[in-house]
């Protein structure tokens, strides 16, 4: 079992893969290929507006992903968070993500602006996207809003599933004129529960207490692994779950991708069955695979 320090080492040189698997002879199909396949379910691309990001430019997002061998990301924006022409920032998503084979698109959708819903179908119509993010917290709206029920069920209706960010950045570190508390997730289980079918997967949560029992609980709720703290809670949280209810998340390039792959990896407590269905196959069933 490799220690913090050479799971990062090899991380960086030789590909997440390899180095996850702790042997070239592993870690390789017959072809040379990597085996372990991995989809990282929790990307945003652009500048975060309020300091500058060490990947933030998405050519050097995508040559770290290759780098680390992950094979696909799904990619939010930042300027959906803020910015109120979400048309044009799903536009320039699209058009970034349209020139890395890598990357696929997840719409912003914000439901306090005027023709929300022509924005969610366009998505869908015309760029192709198979899921949405949504940002309650900066957008100005609560989980029990008659809106989000509404947006669930178009989300549904037309094939796309939905991704809430509980949250983006630590309370600790945000701007003092912009302070931003976590989502209120408590509503959830019960709204979705009006929705059968919908797939919902929560970003950047900490699970815990009974707002997590709840949702545990709810068969329509996912979960990524990008603010699931220590090294043992990974496996924890997958241990605490139906199978297929954790998809790998790292929230890059807000935090570095090697932690996420780190964190996912060094418990040793995670079988190959298990790594696999977090680092991809989950996403694959679940949620959207080559556009199916």
Not at 46 to 68: G, I, M, T
Request: aromatic share 8%; hydrophobic share 40%.
């Amino acid at each position: 079992m490799m220690n913090r320090r050479e799971v990062l080492s090899f991380a960086v040189s030789a590909g997440a893969a390899t180095a996850l698997h702790g042997s070239a002879t592993s870690a390789v199909e017959a072809d040379g290929s990597p085996s372990l396949r991995i989809v990282d379910t929790n990307v945003s691309l652009f500048q975060w507006p309020f300091r500058r990001l060490p990947l933030d430019n998405v050519d050097l997002l995508v040559k770290k992903y290759r780098s680390l061998g992950i094979k696909q990301a799904w990619a939010g924006t930042f300027e959906g968070v803020l910015h109120r022409d979400v048309a044009s920032a799903n536009q320039r998503l699209t058009d970034a993500c349209l020139k890395y084979a890598e990357l696929i698109p997840i719409g912003s959708i914000n439901p306090e602006l005027p023709g929300w819903e022509e924005d969610l179908s366009r998505c869908r119509e015309q760029h192709n996207m198979p899921g949405i993010r949504l940002h309650p917290n900066y957008h100005g709206y609560t989980l029990d809003d008659p809106r989000f029920l509404q947006l669930l069920k178009l989300a549904k209706a037309v094939g796309l599933f939905v991704q809430i960010a509980a949250s983006i950045e630590d309370t600790r570190t945000q701007h003092p004129k912009l302070q931003m508390p976590d989502v209120d997730l408590a509503p959830l289980a019960e709204v979705v529960r009006h929705v059968p079918g919908v797939r919902v997967q929560i970003l950047n949560y900490r699970p815990r207490g009974l707002v997590f029992d709840q949702l545990a609980k709810a068969t329509n709720v996912f979960f990524d692994t990008a603010r699931v703290n220590g090294t043992d809670g990974i496996p924890k949280l997958v241990k605490s779950l139906p199978a297929g209810r954790v998809l790998f998340g790292s929230h890059a390039p807000f935090l570095i991708p090697e932690a996420a792959l780190i964190r996912v990896h060094e418990s040793g407590q995670l079988d190959d069955s298990a790594l696999r269905a977090v680092y991809a196959n989950n996403a694959d069933t679940a949620f959207w695979k080559n556009g199916l």
